[in-house]
């Protein structure tokens, strides 16, 4: 039975102290929380991995990279490997997001390499990938999800997805304010789910976890993640309030 997963990307938010501070909150609210089958991931700063590990240790909440090179090592400046992040005791990365393919420049073929690069280093992958404004307005959106999929991820073993969660967030929705309706998020899960069916089988389409990410907030968690193919989310800014991400929490 595939897990239920609520993660926190914080972005380039949050120093110490008030990484710190927030994990504190987050454990506090979660004391409250019986999670059936679900899992809990926050993925702060590179800066701030190893302090959210330690802080994390006696919590049933998981810490997440935002990123990784896909190099083990080298002239790479300002860059992280798998390596560095084993060693403060990460093991699953985000790869992928929207602002990492617009920001900077992370093409499919640069995707791939991260993804083998996580993969051979045994980590979970949270992949990202969804349309453009344009592409749901020209009615692509299907096309440029299938797109991203394949290009990155189906020439895979089925083996390598046991590790591989997928995140789609619709680009127009992120930071907006802007959310897909539930049934159009179901929509696309059911779509992602079918590709995976025609590319590997129904065993492992099954399996997979496929989480929504886009203005996901407590108003709106319950709906959509009501749907059948919606597993969760992948949260952005209501991840960086302690009550608000785990009212989201509640919600799976």
């Given at each position: 039975?595939?897990k239920?997963?609520?993660a926190?990307?914080?972005?380039m938010?949050?120093?110490i102290?008030e990484?710190k ?5 987050l ?8 999670l ?8 702060p700063s ?8 330690s802080?994390?240790?006696d919590s ?5 990279a ?12 300002g860059?992280?490997s ?5 060693s403060v005791?990460?093991k699953t ?10 920001y900077f ?9 991260k993804v083998?690069?996580a993969i ?5 992958i949270?992949?990202?990938f ?5 592409d749901?307005?020209?009615?692509n959106h299907f096309?440029?999800?299938?797109s991203?999929l394949k290009?990155v991820l189906?020439?895979l073993?089925s083996?390598?997805f ?9 680009v127009?929705?992120?930071g907006?304010?802007?959310t897909?309706?539930a049934?159009?998020?179901q ?5 992602i ?5 025609e590319?590997?089988s129904q ?7 496929i989480l929504y990410g886009?203005?996901?907030?407590p108003?709106?968690?319950?709906e959509?993640?009501s749907?059948?193919d919606v ?7 209501a991840?960086l309030?302690?009550?608000?991400f785990?009212d989201?929490?509640?919600s799976?």
């Amino acid at each position: 039975m595939r897990k239920k997963i609520v993660a926190g990307n914080w972005k380039m938010n949050n120093n110490i102290n008030e990484t710190k501070e927030l994990i504190q909150g987050l454990k506090n609210e979660m004391e409250a929380v019986t999670l059936n089958n679900a899992r809990v991931i926050i993925a702060p700063s590179f800066i701030n991995l190893q302090q959210a590990v330690s802080e994390t240790n006696d919590s049933v909440i998981e810490v997440s990279a935002q990123n990784l090179h896909q190099a083990k090592s080298g002239a790479y400046t300002g860059e992280v490997s798998a390596d560095m992040l084993s060693s403060v005791g990460v093991k699953t990365v985000i790869i992928g997001h929207s602002e990492r393919r617009a920001y900077f420049n992370e093409t499919d073929d640069i995707l791939s390499e991260k993804v083998n690069a996580a993969i051979e280093n045994d980590f979970e992958i949270i992949f990202c990938f969804g349309e453009q404004l344009e592409d749901r307005e020209t009615n692509n959106h299907f096309k440029v999800v299938e797109s991203q999929l394949k290009n990155v991820l189906f020439s895979l073993p089925s083996s390598a997805f046991s590790k591989v969660v997928l995140a789609y967030e619709p680009v127009w929705a992120i930071g907006t304010g802007k959310t897909a309706s539930a049934d159009q998020a179901q929509e696309m899960h059911q779509f992602i789910r079918g590709l995976f069916v025609e590319a590997y089988s129904q065993e492992l389409a099954d399996s997979i976890s496929i989480l929504y990410g886009g203005s996901v907030k407590p108003g709106n968690a319950e709906e959509i993640f009501s749907k059948p193919d919606v597993d969760g989310g992948l949260i952005g800014g209501a991840s960086l309030k302690a009550k608000d991400f785990s009212d989201i929490v509640k919600s799976i």
